[in-house]
């Protein structure tokens, strides 16, 4: 908008000045110094206008006052100011004498000035306010920024309100009330403010409208609305326009996030505000904050962003909090001297001129139990600020060291000091709420809920929810359920809607559970209200492996990624793998291999590791990609594996035609009555596949040798019997199949049956045996190949009847097959000398693309000539005959040759005989064709 005012105004005097003077002689010169400076070439306008004022003419006043505003323009403010003032002196003009006062402002303005800025602004409005309104509505919103920047922010909403009388454009009153709302977010007058952003929030300019959001998401973040702040941050959309807003709504909504306990959200919206930003506002507070969050399911990363944090940051507040939090998290993580090593390094920054963090360092060397620098320090304050109002706090603290310290007589000596400092202090209460503490610490848990009871009878105490934490505790470990069970009751009441009560809750879970009394109702409440609770994970977790140690694979899966939501994968890899094993125990592969690959662990223990990638294997050799499922087992060879895992390895061996390995494992699952017989057959398969037959036989008779009760007994017996009947060992095959005692296999059997009925001519028994079994027959692929044979034998025998009925059970149930059961009607019409019906058959397969098209339209071209006597009709089917059936082929050239001839066309018919004549492969059709050209005479003709 500040680009759009300064061009209207150069606008204004280019064509305003321009048109005074007409033909004087510096004119050329003068109009060269406008055009520059609105080309903003302002270096160049500037030398050209020095030229003009040092010819002393009529257009010295303008040239000045642009020569002034092109070094304004250069960011020179004070030689701007220094040439401002200098032509104020000599002006004619008072319109340019008045203008310039605005610009004299507008350099004290760049210049940081602000007090000298608001009042030559204040100076060009008491004389312009009504003649130059351009100036004047930006005259009143400088001010109002100045007093903004001051923190004067009534005084800015009433110059910015003054500046609204002067425009009428709807974007620069839109941002004037953004401005306006945004000073009384500064005065934490939120209601106003959000009133005010109505007239700006829906703006079609899309930078004011995104500010306007970020405002208002902003304030209601300030009112703890934070579900009403997410929605305006989600408003504001990715633009090159207002990124600046939008990277910045990251950082808020995780804010929100964060206040909602979400940690998830609110990490990944850290995320995506640190990975946008570029260092500016907030960007280290960000890493901060995001750390802190992280801590608990990933401990190194937080541990080492802290420490690049502080490395890197110029922010000493923040430093002293982030070295602050170092400490105590070296601390949880049992490294003692680092966190001491941190506090040192505060320490030699701190003294007691900082009160505040001085005492906060003093705190935190007491919360790691390093109670010595913390008297010191204590003492020291004491020493040095015995009068001030905070005196009793600051021996309170020191009490605080000597009780943690186990140091009763000098903590209660400290604790009476108090009463002499301020008798009316409230850390006269609070010390019989730490003394509890201590005994909670010592274990002395029944002196513990005596000085509690205590407590919690004063009015107006600082601690009375931790002191009802500490009360549940102690009951607990007293194990008095009735008063455990008041305690928390009266917790759950009083304080769970804002309140993190998850441990206590947690703990009478344990509690109840070890006594054997129902949890279920806690259980619930816990899972409801704290869902992202690290004791809400431990729920699921327990959860998860009761259902999966009971074979509840789905539930335990539900559970275990609810577990993991919260921990994360890398707090808990037995989880992480727990879970890919509940979904793999439902069957969906593909979705364990999808989890696995997707939602990678990194950091793994061994067993976690060797787990993913046998799950992997598994999966994969499940959905049948052996080439896959053979990688991840070979990455795995080196461990122990399962006899399941052998087996699929088995398996896989024999897919890839490795069937010496495969030989290799077969002796680890000799004791597996499962794997093993399956192995068997598997193996004797192989050598069926490849012929061999007496190596197929002799793992197939060991199968029944060994597992007679097996059902790969009956599967061996059946595929024996199949060896046998493809060498026509039609006999033994037939015994073997009355062996069976499988249904399923005896059904393949009976089949595999009736196709050695057809071999040995037993036509009637197959039909017999097909036409009882039909309905069970169907089931199986082989019963496609049972009759098609049928088919085949029907025609063989002329018997239309059974063609018939087996070509409409083939169709019927194996679709592909209809040109087959087509070529056999065709072929059977034309043997019984149906042409007419032959003909149908033959022309529908010569219009589709199969096997039997080419002898379908040497047929069709018989039919023809023979039948319908239709020697054109036959020309045209025997053309279309080639010579993928070379017999067809030639006998369709012959009849070709012969048509030709009878009709007319001897050089047709001269040619085909002279390709045939050439024809070194058929002796037969060279012949006929000799003949034929002698016959014809065709050798007199040439």
Known sequence: MKKIFYLNIVFILLFSYAAVYSQQPAKGLYEQGLEAFKSKNYGSAELIFRKVIDNDDQYKDSAW???????????????????????????????????????????????????????????????????????????????????????????????????????????????????????????????????????????????????????????????????????????????????????????????????????????????????????????????????????????????????????????????????????????????????????????????????????????????????????????????????????????????????????????????????????????????????????????????????????????????????????????????????????????????????DLSENIYNHIMFLRKRKASSLYYENLLLSTYPRSSYTAYIYKDRAETAFSSGNYRTAEQHYTSYLNITGNNSDPEAFVKKAEAIYAQKNYEKAIYYLQNEKLTVYNADAFYSILRILAKSFYHIDDFDKSYEYYLQIRDQNLSEEDNFFLLDIYIRKKLLTKALELLPLLEKNREYYPESLYLIGMYHKSYNEYEDAFKYFDLIQDKYPQSIYTDMAVYESAEIDYQSSNFDEASAKIEQIKNSRIKTKGEILLSLIYLKTDRLKEASVLADRNINSFIKFPECEILLKALVEYSYSKKNSAMLLRYSSFLVKNFPDNSAFTDYYKAKYYYDVKNFQKSYTFYLKLSNSDNQYRNESFYFLGQISIYTFHKNQQAIEMYKKVTAESNELYMKSRINLAMLYYESGKNEESMSILNQLRALDKSIKYQKQAENLYEQYAFDVQN
């Open 65 to 499: 006052y642009y020569m002034a505003i092109s070094i304004f323009y250069q960011k020179k403010y004070k030689s701007a100011v220094f040439e401002l003032n200098r032509f104020l002196l000599i002006c004619s003009s008072a319109e340019l004498c008045n203008k310039s006062r605005f610009w004299i402002a507008e350099c004290y303005y760049y210049q940081n000035d602000y007090n000298t800025a608001v009042e030559e602004y204040k100076r060009f409005i008491s004389s312009n306010k009504t003649l130059y309104p351009e100036f004047t509505k930006e005259a009143y919103m400088k001010i109002g920024k100045c007093y903004f920047i001051q923190n004067r922010n009534a005084e800015a909403i009433n110059e910015w309100n003054s500046a609204l009388k002067y425009t009428k454009i709807k974007t620069e009153i839109e941002e004037l009330y953004l401005q306006i709302a945004g000073a009384y977010y500064s005065d934490k007058n939120y209601q106003t403010a959000i009133q005010t952003l109505d007239r700006s929030i829906n703006s079609r300019d899309i930078l004011i409208r995104s500010n306007s959001l970020l405002l208002q998401g902003k304030i209601y973040y300030e009112q703890n609305n934070y579900n009403s702040a997410l929605n305006a941050f989600n408003r504001i959309t990715k633009d090159p326009l207002n990124e600046e807003s939008y990277i910045a709504a990251f950082y808020y909504k995780a804010l929100c996030f964060e206040a909602l306990k979400d940690t998830n959200n609110a990490v990944v919206n850290y995320d995506n505000f640190i990975k946008s930003s570029t260092g500016g506002n907030n960007y280290y507070e960000a890493r901060y904050r995001k750390a802190l969050l992280i801590r608990e399911t990933d401990k190194d990363e937080a541990l080492n962003e802290m420490k690049k944090i502080y490395e890197e940051t110029n922010n000493t507040e923040l430093k002293q909090k982030v070295i602050i939090d170092l400490a105590l998290f070296e601390y949880e993580n049992g490294n003692k001297q680092n966190a001491i090593n941190y506090l040192e390094k505060i320490s030699i920054q701190l003294n007691d001129s900082n009160k505040e963090t001085y005492i906060k360092l003093g705190e935190v060397y007491m919360m790691i139990k390093e109670f010595s620098p913390a008297e010191k320090i204590f003492t020291d304050i004491l020493e040095k600020h015995r009068f001030d109002k905070d005196a009793d706090r600051y021996q309170f603290l020191l009490a605080l060291v000597f009780l943690n310290k186990g140091d009763y007589a000098r903590a209660a000596q400290n604790f009476e000091k108090i009463k002499q400092l301020n008798p009316f202090s409230i850390y006269i209460n609070e010390a019989v709420f730490f003394t509890a503490s201590a005994e909670i610490e010592n274990k002395n848990y029944s002196k513990a809920a005596a000085l509690l009871i205590q407590y919690l009878s004063i009015r107006n105490i600082e601690n009375r929810m931790d002191a009802i934490k500490l009360q549940h505790l102690a009951y607990i470990k007293l194990d008095d359920k009735p008063k455990a069970d008041a305690a928390l009751s009266l917790l759950i009441k009083s304080y769970i809607r804002n309140n």
